[in-house]
């Protein structure tokens, strides 16, 4: 309490670093992304879950390679 927005702290103090993973109850928590930091935000009632456990499960989305050929305009 009193040192400031918590997204700006979580930087601030380190607690988050370029390669890592952030999970957050709020929209806000993508901004990590800024720092290349994988971050998303989450439900209330899911974030308690994992706060309980210990353990979030992720569905990771299947990739697609695009090749572009000539010029881009």
């Known amino acids: 309490m009193g040192d400031g927005v918590c997204h700006q702290i979580v930087v601030e103090r380190g607690l988050v670093s370029p390669g890592g993973l952030a999970v957050g109850a ?18 209330s009632t899911d974030m308690s879950g994992v706060m309980l456990t210990g353990k979030l499960w992720l569905r990771v989305p299947g990739t697609m390679k695009v090749h572009i050929r000539g010029p881009m305009s």
Not at 26 to 43: E, K, P, R
């Open 26 to 43: 709020d929209s806000h928590t993508c901004t990590y992304g800024a720092l290349n930091v994988f971050a998303f935000g989450i439900g």
